[in-house]
């Protein structure tokens, strides 16, 4: 969930004027896009298949910003990103060991915790 709700402000971020990065009409309508996807992300429910979805969504958009026009810690999310990608793909790979959602999350705990630490951390300083 707080994924989803920090790509949320990443995305309006992105549209802001005083930032530059996402100029003109494409660009806030791929973030207003990815908002809705957001919303009916967590409207419908988050499963492992969505939040899986969402990351390569928000990974390649993330991608096809203008570097090096881009927030300080747009590399660091991407870094996380894919980190938490391919955390799933081997939980899926893995299913008998990480059944449910749960075991899943027990898995993923320190490296969304290191993450998120690691954002903050390089964002404020």
């Not at 790979?93 to 027990?106: G, K």
């Amino acid at each position: 969930m707080f994924a989803l709700l920090y790509m949320t402000a990443y995305f309006v971020e992105i549209v802001d004027p005083t930032t530059q990065v996402a100029q003109g009409t494409q660009g806030r309508i791929i973030a207003l896009a990815y908002v809705l996807v957001i919303a009916i992300t967590i409207l419908t429910g988050v499963t492992r298949v969505k939040f899986l979805v969402f990351l390569y969504l928000a990974t390649a958009a993330l991608l096809s910003a203008p570097f090096p026009g881009v927030p300080n810690h747009a590399n660091i999310t991407i870094y996380c990103n894919i980190l938490m990608i391919v955390a799933m793909i081997y939980s899926f790979a893995r299913s008998r060991v990480f059944a449910t959602d749960n075991d899943y999350f027990e898995m993923v705990r320190p490296v969304l915790r290191a993450s998120l630490i690691l954002i903050y951390c390089l964002a404020g300083f």
